[in-house]
């Protein structure tokens, strides 16, 4: 059964988290005299208990998907979890035959389709670029 827990803060602003019926996040509201903005609208939960998909209240949803060893393997940000409109996406590697939790590298695809920056890890977890 889900659950509500409204906190109110000095300024008057008052967050609203409601709970799923596993005790976990699943929308957060707030308000500030008499305007109400919806900051997370849903969540769902990938069977490991993290985050899989977090709708947000100004249109963008971050997707994550999880390797073996429940690391990200990558995530991203796109407008109403539409593929063709991702606007910052990251895949990471682990390693998949040595995968001893350091991670090997990043690719990152920011600023839309078309603007792709790559960022690397160096052999002792240095950034390069």
């Known amino acids: 059964m889900p659950i509500s827990l409204f906190v ?3 300024s008057g602003r008052v967050v609203n988290t409601t709970y799923d019926g596993s005790g976990r996040p699943s929308q957060v509201s707030g308000g500030l005299n008499g305007s109400t903005i919806n900051y997370v609208t849903a969540v769902s939960y990938a069977p490991n208990g993290a985050e899989a998909l977090v709708s947000l209240g100004n249109g963008m949803a971050q ?10 393997s990558s995530w991203n940000a796109a407008l109403n979890n539409d593929p063709g409109h991702i606007y910052l996406m990251e ?15 990043v690719s990152e695809y920011n600023g839309g389709p078309g603007y792709p920056a790559f960022l690397a890890l160096a052999g002792v977890t240095r950034m390069t670029a």
């Open 63 to 72: 997707a994550f998907s999880y390797n073996g060893r429940l690391q990200v």
């Open 8 to 10: 109110t803060y000095p």
């Open 91 to 105: 895949n990471l590697d682990w390693g998949a035959a040595n995968d001893n939790g350091n991670l090997n590298g």
